[in-house]
């Protein structure tokens, strides 16, 4: 990106000017107002949004809902106290885990 900057600037240095006037500094704050604004409607606006899903999802969290953690491990929640989720994983085995590390839930097949 920054090499079509230079590669910009550069050709309106070399090249003459246009019959209409010439390139004005102002012309280039105008572009990097343009492109400013597309990261943040392309990228942040939307993973700010998911970020909000995915917070929403994880409030709504309850006892006996069946997850999937970021390391990919299957379980069911067997109790939520604050910011920590006990997971039972597997019969008499339960692990205590940060409510943030649940990646999503599973949907029960019918």
Aim: aromatic share 6%; hydrophobic share 45%.
């Amino acid at each position: 990106m920054l090499f079509l900057f230079t590669a910009l600037a550069h050709a309106q240095q070399v090249a003459p000017p246009a019959p209409g006037g010439q390139f004005s500094p102002s012309n280039l704050i105008l572009l990097y107002a343009i492109i400013v604004g597309g990261f943040v409607f392309l990228i942040i606006l939307p993973q700010r949004r998911k970020q909000k899903d995915h917070d929403r999802k994880l409030e709504a969290l309850k006892q006996n809902d069946r997850v999937i953690t970021n390391g990919g491990i299957f379980g069911t929640i067997s109790r939520i106290k604050g910011n920590v989720v006990e997971l039972k994983i597997a019969d008499n085995v339960k692990v205590d885990i940060l409510k943030s590390c649940i990646s999503s839930t599973v949907e029960e097949e019918k």
